[in-house]
DNA sequence: CCCTAGCATCAGAGCCCTCTGAAACCCGGG
DNA sequence: CCCGGGTTTCAGAGGGCTCTGATGCTAGGG
């Protein structure tokens, strides 16, 4: 998952920014509107953390220019003081969601995982496959009720596929997703995780949860259906 | 499906190149106007995607000159930011869609899907013809419900007929809409692949999906209608 | 009835994509 | 400073896909 981070204390920013990462998004930073406008529109990002109050641009113009030119990321607002004309705007702008300024990071971390699922057109934080569960609000993948402990990276690649679940996912799109948009494209990372997923989902190879598509990417497909 | 892209960064072109590769379009590129008129004249595509904002002669003149020589390709314009007016332009100089330029490369693969759809003649992204559908957003064909397992060429051969149902399509068509222009020529893949699809797709030899049609080329019909 | 052009079929060669295991690297913690 | 888990690279193996060329077949014209 690819944050965005838009908030011109650099202290805040910086601190939210570990602590997006240390909860598995790729965070990427900006502490002005200007910056934050051309960022958004260039690249794509699956979520993005909008402070009201920046200098110059206005986190409100931000927005309302993103949406003006159809860019359907989900936003949630930050703003100054409990200030209820401020949540009101955001949201006017196009905000999907806000927060008063000074906040717990645990409600930050809670709502950016529900507009991130709710994207994503997932309700319930549960996805069941079969005997593969994936919890993405607890980060944590079961299979047959047993916690798999996977690594950051691996969790990330299966929670993209298990959120595109019956979809085939071009490596490129998958590459695009993980990491900085200045990935080095010719590696073959990306099938080093596939088969540590493999290896870990489904030791006996009986379930075969991850179909490689030859030449198009991969698809996450088990025969029962999404619960979500 | 043959794809060309007209675009002057050649990082972007790249990698819209790869993106479309992967999603089993024939691509090849143009970095300026000028080639690229030549190219859109010489050459048939199924869909071509401009940015506008090209050097000395314009991706406006570009579509403009093409559709001055009755060439109907779809045409999708890349638009520099969210610059409203080359958008009108873009459409009024007789392209089909438009995307504001930093874009979601996914949202650019939907629509494109749809231009060339659209051209064809289909509202919806599955056909179907008696037990064979085809869905062209997943790439998956189907025999009575069940997925048929084709290699990206058979299924881009299947594709071609399918979209052209009841049309009897020359071996020349279908190569040039296949394959590289510089493909050679004088090879009987095309049959070979032919072959392949017709044990595949009717494996007792009831169906007969595929007509040759001896000295013209080869038609997908069957007996039903299309739903789309 | 034969002859020829066009098409069908087949098996194998070659290539490219993917997989795999090991080793190197990197970074944070002890 | 070393250690260890995580990540990335590398190189070779493996296997599937594509293409070729030979050969057999069929339709249609003379």
């Known amino acids: 998952m690819k944050a965005l981070i838009v908030e011109d ?119 069941a496959f079969g005997p593969l569960e994936l919890d993405t609000s607890a980060r944590v993948i079961k299979l047959s009720g047993e916690e798999v402990r996977l690594t950051s990276y691996e969790y990330r690649t299966l929670e993209y596929l298990m959120l595109n679940a019956g979809k085939t996912i071009s490596k490129a799109e998958l590459t695009e997703h993980l990491y900085h948009q200045d990935y080095d494209r010719d590696s073959n990372v990306l099938e080093v995780f596939i088969r540590r997923l493999r290896q870990k989902l489904d030791p006996d190879q009986s379930l075969k949860p991850i179909t490689t598509v030859r030449g198009l990417g991969y698809r996450f497909s088990l025969d029962s259906a999404d619960q979500a």
């Open 9 to 127: 204390d650099s202290d805040l920013r910086r601190q939210l920014k570990q602590q997006l990462e240390q909860r598995g998004y790729t965070v990427e930073e900006s502490g002005n509107g200007r910056e934050a406008l051309y960022l958004g529109q260039e690249y794509e990002y699956d979520i993005a953390v909008v402070d009201i109050g920046l200098p110059e641009v206005s986190g409100l113009d931000v927005i309302r220019s993103w949406r003006s030119q159809g860019k359907v990321v989900p936003v949630l607002v930050l703003t100054a003081r409990g200030d209820w004309q401020d949540k009101v705007a955001g949201l006017e702008a196009g905000a999907d969601d806000y927060l008063a300024k000074p906040f717990h990071t645990e409600e930050l971390l809670a709502r950016l995982n529900a507009l991130v699922r709710r994207a994503s057109g997932h309700a319930s934080p549960v996805l």
